[in-house]
Every structure is written in C-alpha cells, then in structure tokens.
C-alpha cells in the first residue's frame, strides 16, 4: 500500500490531548494516517526569528507528524494576510472585507515554496500527497518545480466563489493554473464545482473533457469532483453519552429549569452569521411574546483570528447586541441569549448538543459546516432535537429535512424557530432519523476513502511541461 503524505497549513495533533479532541479534522487525518503508513507535514504554529527549514519529527500515537515552524512575516504576510485577509472573505462572498497587497502574495507564494522544499526530500516515489485548502493552492506547483512527479491531490474545505468575484483578484489566473499542478481537485458541493467550471469556461475556455471531470489547461490536465466532507458520527453519539458528556447534559438540563435551549456553536467569524442570527432571534423574541422567559438562546462561539481587525470588530459588535438584547428581554431570572467565547471538549460538546432542543446553523456561506452534522449525531434518538440550517452551507445539500431558512432574511429564521419549538413529536423524529441517515452514511470515512480512492486511481498520464524539472 502506498504512503499517504497529508499536508495542511496547520498540524494540530498533539501529544497531550490526541487525535480525538483538536476538531473534526485532525481527527479525520489522524484516522487515515492510521489506515495506512504515512505522514502529516505541515506548520507548527510556532515562530522562529529566521527560517531554518528545520523539521521536527514526532511519532504521536500511530501518526507521524512533520513540523516546520514559520518567521513572523511569513505569519504576517501568508496566514494572517493573503490566506485569512484576502483568499477567505472573497471565497466567502465578502469582497468588502477582502485585502489585496502586494507583501501578502510574495509571502504566499514564499511559504509555499519553503513548504515544497521542506517536504520534497521526505517523498517516496510512490506516495500519494494530499494537500488540504486555500492556504495551499500553489504547493503542487512547487513540488512540481523541485521534480516531485507524485500523485498529488488538493481538497478545498471552503466555497468556491461565483466568477464575478473571482474576477476581482489580482492575478486570480494566476492561482487557478496552480491548481491545474494537482493530479485530483476536490470541493464539498456541486455548487462550488459549477462556479470553477463556469470560471473555466467563461475566462480560460477550457471545459470537462471526460465524464469523471477531467479538464486540460494551461498545457495541463487535472480532474474536478465533489466530496463532501462528514464527521465521525459514533464520536458525538457515543460522546454524548461518555461520562464527561452526560455531565454536560446533565448541567445544561438544570440550568435550563424547563426552559428550551436553541443552539449556535461556531468559530467567531463573519461567515458563520453570528450578527444575523442574533438579530434574528431578537425579532423572535419580539413577535413571540408567548415564548419569552421560556426560551434562551445558547450561543458559544471560539474566538477566532483574533489578530485580524474585522474579528475583532465582529466581536465588538457581537457583545453589543448581546448586551442590548439582554437588557430589553431579559428578567431579573431569565438571560435569553447566553453568550460565550470559550472553547470545550468534543465530549463536553456532544453533551451540550444533545441537551439542545433546537440547533440553530445559520452561516451566510460555508464549505460544509461540521456542527450541523454533529449537533445531530449527538441527539437522543428518542428525543432529538430540530436542526435549523441555513441554505448556504454545503451541508444544506445533503441534509435537506432539516428547516432550511435563509439566513438574511430575520422573518424567515424568527419563524423557523417558532416552529422548530412548537415542531410535533412525530415530524421532530422523522426529520432526525432522515438526517441521521445521511450523517452516518455519508461520515468522515466515506469522504477520506472516496478521495484517496480517487487519487490513487490509474490513469493517463499527466501531459509534460515546459516547466517540469527532468
Ligand atoms: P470551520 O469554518 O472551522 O471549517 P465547521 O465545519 O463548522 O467550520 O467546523 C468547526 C469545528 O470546530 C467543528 O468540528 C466544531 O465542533 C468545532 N468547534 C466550534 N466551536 C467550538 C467550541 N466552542 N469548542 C469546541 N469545538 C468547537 C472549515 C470550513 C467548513 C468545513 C470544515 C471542514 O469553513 O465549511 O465544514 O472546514 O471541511
């Protein structure tokens, strides 16, 4: 069996906590670097005043890891500026909040090499390399350039944006004919696959040529498909019933006191629609005087990039509404939204899920969205609780017995919860077995396989370049 060498900006395994409790990904990695021999490469997360190229080996449980740490610059220009400034709020629909300057695409284009150049000399001639998201677009490119002729496979865990915003990106050719360098381009939806064919069609004239989404450009041939990411769905049933997650149901259950509990778990960003939702269920509270006092609003969202300005003024405007919500709704025993920033467990997690009569997943645009699957693996089956989801994340395409809302529109959600909360037994149960059916078939297993299945798959070679190395 091949070699499998993952690589993600980030490698987030540690000694101390395992592979269960550092998010879905990590733990999806670890899974398949357990499945078969390989490596997991990637930043450290750690600054150094020059860069070495210096990598740290590390055995943690099955999986070997391989870290290099970066300069603060490159932190700078590359993770904080070209990464999360200017390729994540255009992919995410946000051209207002996107940052282009000229440091953050040489610091890009520089980590990238310093990765390839890292990396080259740990490949086998037979491994499969399978590079994760937008931090890494141009990896093969520079693998390729060092003589890398390796399999190498790119999944995108992050929307793919509409042409007209595509567009807007100085030297957005550029980017896309990297990606021309992987043998295998894989994306969570159909729709995010149609935007890069329309992008292929319309600004470099190229289209599908075969069934299984081969398309040649730029003197170069590589294959599209659709993977929609899942989770490890027994981790969050079973979690939620572990010790540490009964003893999180248990104390959501009493402090509740008979109350419903509506949900939100995200990482404090503007994609996820914090902003929206909160105003949202300010205007339930305000049509639904019946359900005040019998009702909160649980939201917890994990401070995120908290170094760049638009999160911090996010979370500005967050504590803001919070607090003027509180204030107009709330009794001297009653906090209808309950706002928190801390980070928990994935245990811990699941027993909060499960005590949640109502998951409200409500992001403006999303690759996938995790929590959406998780909040329903960790229901009761006896009991479940109604998932409210909106209709721009990925995973609304599979999960479509869920209450689809759009989350812009504050009538729609407000409505959505009101009936979410009033929802009959038998319609709640239906709704989840449906639900349930789709997040356990379609888990992190399904979607780990089908790509590195993919990948390994034979086929025509790639055509040589003129900027191959010999
Ligand atoms: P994210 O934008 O991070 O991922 P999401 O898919 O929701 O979004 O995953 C978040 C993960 O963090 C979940 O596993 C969740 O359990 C965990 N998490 C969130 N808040 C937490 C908290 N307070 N404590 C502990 N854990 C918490 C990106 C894309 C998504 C895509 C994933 C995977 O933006 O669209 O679904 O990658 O491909």
Redesign the pocket.
């Known amino acids: 069996m091949s070699r499998l060498i993952v690589v993600s900006n980030r490698v987030n395994l540690s000694r101390d906590t395992g592979a269960g409790a550092v998010?879905?990904?990590a733990a999806a990695i670890a899974a398949a670097l357990r499945e078969r021999p390989g490596i997991w490469f990637g930043w450290s997360g750690e600054t150094t005043p020059q860069y070495t190229g210096q990598i740290a080996m590390e055995r943690i449980g099955e999986v070997t890891v391989a870290r290099v740490d970066l300069e603060e610059q490159d932190v700078e220009e590359y993770y904080n500026g070209y990464a999360n400034k200017t390729l994540w709020p255009l992919f995410h629909n946000r051209i207002d909040l996107t940052a282009y300057e000229r440091p953050f695409d040489a610091g890009y284009a520089r980590v990238n090499r310093r990765f390839a150049e890292a990396l080259a000399p740990l490949i086998a001639p037979d491994d499969l390399i399978w590079v994760h998201?937008y931090h890494l677009a141009p990896l093969a490119r520079e693998l390729r350039a060092l003589g890398v002729k390796n399999r190498i496979g790119f999944f995108l865990?992050?929307?793919w944006p509409a042409r007209q915003l595509l567009t807007t990106l100085p030297g957005h050719r550029k980017l896309v004919e990297a990606l021309f360098h992987y043998d295998l381009i894989g994306f969570?939806t159909e729709d995010h696959l149609t935007a890069v064919t329309d992008y292929l069609a319309h600004e470099i004239g190229a289209a599908p040529i075969s069934a299984t989404g081969e398309v040649e450009a730029f003197g170069l041939r590589t294959q599209l498909g659709v993977f929609p990411?899942g989770?490890e769905a027994p981790d969050f049933r079973d979690g939620s019933r572990s010790p540490l997650g009964e003893e999180s149901f248990q104390r959501m259950r009493e402090s509740q006191a008979g109350r419903k509990m509506v949900l939100g778990?995200?990482?404090l960003?503007y994609?996820?629609g914090l902003e929206e939702r909160f105003l949202s269920y300010e205007q339930f509270l305000a049509a639904h005087e019946e359900q005040r006092e019998k009702v909160f609003l649980l939201q917890?969202?994990?401070l995120?990039r908290d170094s760049v300005e638009a999160y911090q003024e996010l979370r500005g405007r967050l504590d803001a509404i919070a607090g003027r919500v509180n204030g107009a709704y709330g009794t001297v025993d009653w906090v209808p939204l309950r706002y928190i920033n801390?980070?928990?467990?994935?245990d811990e997690?699941a027993g909060i899920y499960r005590a949640a009569h109502v998951g409200l997943v409500t992001?403006l645009r999303?690759?996938?969205?995790?929590?959406?699957k998780?909040y329903v693996a960790a229901q009761d089956p006896e009991d479940p609780g109604v998932l409210i989801l909106s209709r721009f994340?990925?995973?609304a395409a599979q999960m479509g017995s869920a209450l689809i809302v759009n989350p812009y529109d504050r009538d729609d959600v407000a409505a959505a919860i009101q009936r979410a909360l009033s929802m009959g037994y038998a319609e709640r149960r239906k709704r989840w077995e449906r639900l349930m059916e789709t997040v356990a078939r379609d888990d992190v297993s399904a979607w780990r396989t089908r790509f590195v299945d993919a990948l390994g798959a034979p086929r025509r070679p790639r055509p040589r370049l003129a900027n191959d190395a010999a």
């Open positions: 998010g879905g990904l998201d865990h992050i929307p969570q990411i989770i778990v995200d990482r960003d994609s996820k917890i969202a994990t995120s801390s980070g928990y467990r994935q997690l992001p999303d690759g996938m969205n995790l929590v959406a998780e994340a990925g995973a």
